[in-house]
């Protein structure tokens, strides 16, 4: 007598075409995931110029309101804070460094120009300090502008 026995299994086309259909499904994913990746990456660098564009700005916001005095010479500007500190920003390649005594940061920020000047209100009774910076950020200028008021007794120490 004999015993026919069967095992239940796949067929080597059955196999080939489960391969076949894995195949296609991971390279689906592999292309959405990569598209995805691009586009985070692209988000991600559009983004540390938008915050440090913001960083910048309320940097010399809270600069121009705790110094004392303003300088600008060529490719920097000194700030003479209160209490007797100095933070200075200077350009540097297409960064933008800002040095204090207890720190240093690097803004990602091209820096095409900076421009001090003293400014009249339209009624001539106060003086502001303007302090102008132009920015490239993606291949656009940006100015940013900063008033500092001047009060008398300033106005008397640089008459002397």
């Known amino acids: 007598m004999k015993n026919n026995k069967y095992i239940a299994a796949f067929s080597i086309v059955e196999v080939m075409v489960s391969m076949v259909i894995t195949a296609i499904i991971i390279g689906l994913i592999f292309g959405v995931f990569t598209i995805v990746s691009e586009q985070i990456l692209k988000f991600k660098k559009e983004n540390e110029q938008t915050a440090d564009f913001n960083r910048l700005s309320y940097s010399l916001n809270k600069a121009i309101f705790d110094s004392e005095k303003m300088v600008a010479r060529e490719n920097r500007l000194y700030f003479q804070t209160y209490d007797g500190d100095t933070i200075a920003y200077q350009k ?20 095409n120009r900076i421009h001090l000047d003293s400014v009249y209100s339209s009624t001539k009774n106060k003086v502001f300090q303007k302090l102008e910076l132009e920015l490239l950020i993606n291949e656009d200028l940006i100015p940013l502008r900063f008033y500092k008021p001047i009060y008398a007794n300033q106005l008397i120490l640089w008459e002397k």
């Open 92 to 111: 540097e390649g297409d960064y933008l460094i800002r040095k204090a005594q207890t720190f240093t940061d690097t803004f990602k920020l091209n820096l």
